[in-house]
């Protein structure tokens, strides 16, 4: 038996792949708890489905390259990966749409660009991006919370509904499906309703939608536990949670009646999740303090636009993938000042 | 000069070493555009090709009595005359196809490939090897086209050469391949977004394949032409 000794600082090693994803995971995991209290099984089937084809789709791809398999698998990026992308879509999306999402992300805009450090682009957005622009219907067909459904889905009711896409006997779609908060308030706004109209929906709970707000809230909490456990800096997810905050609050001060308080922008569809687990993806987001800044202020500022005035309810992921695209030019121009060096570029 | 070996070089060169499209990346804007189905690509290829050949030709003609000063001028405005000629062709033939590909046949004009060719090779070459190239060229832009077109139909829609009749008549009915109503394709692909991941994997592919070919050539050693053809000699005999 040999006893390794290490010398003083004795500090946990944080830099660690496998460490770090382990505390996005754990990081997740009141969200993930949020999600299956509010909107039943198919949160969980949906979220070990992803796993077993992100595992299995990265073994493929490593053997095929010649990479080897373990670390790669072992790093749990890929597990990450698909649990990002399971929360995001729907709990009843079809298996084989979360086969194609994973294919996508794990395939194309992973391994194709080099496996994890070199994709340009936030693997589980990207198949979310992918997914809704091919098959929208599925993928925005939500469940209603659990208090204001009418019927919840038992355990084998939401497996039978996501393997062979049969519903429960006597119900159809319109009976066990609803609009989410985010889509009901824009497709009223778009009837010119005024808020406080629309807010006498039983859907509406103190800020956000019922069910959702709370879902919010513990990713909220999450995020508090990766800043706490220094997973992440507090840099993306202030900005992108400020710049939202700071545009919706102007428009909410402007005009209260057509444009939503900024509480039920920051507590509504993926804007927390986005803010402290996405945004901050290592390896495609912006890299210096700065930028990081700017990264997350953009990323905020697109979601607030998109909702507004774009083509779809929420954005999180086209904003992610946007600054995605930009990260490198942003990381360019704030390089940090060398000590000792001047000011100006040479 | 052009012997049987010559046009192997510019149907080689054409079709694959030197494609348009997957290759030298040229045409990009109408090969992204109007890949939407195999029967668009295919018409816009053929399109394409003819511009391309009588081009060529012309500008091959010309090639001495055009001063170098003037010759890009020159070349685009016979290129255009070409263009015309063909819009109001397709517009008069098939017209239906014409109303699918609209502004993209005008735009032939500003095909980077056609001029590229124009002043790479038919500006410098006899007429019969300046044709030879431009239908080489053409061909290999056609059928980039029309395998992008196809894949992404078939992954958008899970149809094939739907609504083929519109350019090959009648008879090319049964051509149309079809996975059913009931077929959830990708909308992705007939997107704008796929046609920049499909013709990235389309060079993808063919770049994997170039390098099988050369890995498989190193392994077998190279042998120089007189070998082989002695070798295939000595199996003749």
């Known amino acids: ?346 | 000069m052009a012997t049987p070996s010559d046009w192997k070089q510019l149907f080689a060169d054409g079709l694959w070493n030197n494609n348009q499209a997957l290759v030298a990346l040229l045409g990009l804007c109408p090969l992204l555009a109007t890949t939407t189905s195999a029967t668009n690509g295919l018409g816009m290829g053929l399109a394409t090709t003819a511009v391309l050949v009588l081009s060529n030709v012309t500008i091959s003609l010309i090639r001495n009595l055009v001063r170098p000063e003037v010759r890009l001028p020159v070349f685009v405005l016979v290129i255009a005359s070409f263009v015309t000629a063909v819009e109001l062709a397709v517009q008069a033939y098939f017209y239906e196809l014409y109303l699918v590909l609209g502004l993209f046949i005008p735009l032939i004009v500003t095909n980077c490939a056609i001029i590229g060719r124009a002043e790479a090779f038919a500006s410098k070459h006899g007429v019969k090897p300046a044709l030879l190239d431009g239908l080489a060229m053409g061909l290999g832009f056609t059928l980039a086209l029309m395998v992008l077109g196809g894949l992404r139909e078939f992954a958008g829609q899970g149809t094939l050469f739907h609504q083929a009749h519109l350019l090959l008549g009648d008879a090319a009915r049964g051509l149309s391949l079809s996975l059913g109503e009931d077929f959830q394709g990708a909308l992705i692909a007939i997107l704008p977004p796929g046609a920049f991941i499909g013709l990235g994997l389309l060079i993808a592919l063919k770049n994997v394949i170039d390098k099988r070919l050369a890995a498989r050539a190193s392994a077998q050693g190279i042998k120089t032409n007189r070998e082989v053809e002695q070798s295939t000699a000595a199996t003749a005999l």
Do not use: C
């Open chain 1, 1 to 346: 038996m040999s006893i390794s000794i290490a010398s003083s600082p004795h500090v946990a090693r944080v830099n660690r792949v496998d460490r770090v994803m382990l505390q996005v995971l754990a990081g997740l995991a009141p969200g993930v708890l949020a999600l299956t209290v509010f909107f039943g099984w198919g949160v969980l089937i949906n979220i070990a489905l992803a796993v077993v084809f992100a595992v299995l789709i990265e073994t493929a791809f490593l053997l095929a390259r010649r990479r080897p398999v373990l670390p790669a698998i072992g790093d749990l990026s890929a597990v990450v990966t698909a649990v990002l992308f399971a929360i995001s879509v729907p709990p009843a999306l079809p298996w084989w749409l979360t086969l194609l999402g994973m294919l996508f992300a794990i395939a194309l805009v992973k391994q194709l660009y080099g496996g994890l450090g070199y994709n340009p682009f936030n693997p589980a957005m990207a198949a979310y991006v992918f997914l809704l622009v091919s098959w929208p219907v599925p993928m925005t067909t939500w469940l209603p919370p659990a208090m204001l459904a009418e019927h919840a889905l038992s355990f084998g009711e939401s497996l039978q509904l996501i393997v062979s896409g049969a519903l429960p006997t006597g119900l159809d779609w319109d009976a066990i499906s609803a609009a989410t908060p985010l889509d009901a308030m824009r497709t009223q706004l778009d009837e010119h309703l005024s808020i406080e109209v629309i807010r006498q929906s039983p859907l509406w709970g103190l800020v956000g939608g019922r069910g959702w707000e709370w879902v919010g809230v513990a990713f909220l909490l999450g995020g508090l536990y990766l800043l706490w456990r220094r997973t992440i800096t507090w840099h993306i997810p202030l900005a992108m949670l400020a710049s939202l905050g700071a545009l919706a609050t102007l428009f909410w001060a402007i005009d209260p009646q057509s444009h939503p308080s900024p509480f039920f922008h920051l507590f509504s569809g993926a804007a927390m999740l986005g803010a402290f687990f996405i945004a901050t993806d290592p390896v495609t987001a912006s890299t210096t303090r700065r930028g990081q800044l700017i990264y997350g202020a953009i990323i905020g500022a697109t979601v607030f636009v998109i909702r507004t005035w774009g083509g779809y309810p929420d954005a999180v992921a086209f904003a992610v993938l946007l600054m995605n695209i930009a990260a490198p030019t942003i990381d360019y121009y704030t390089q940090p000042r060398a000590f000792g060096h001047s000011r100006g570029r040479t």
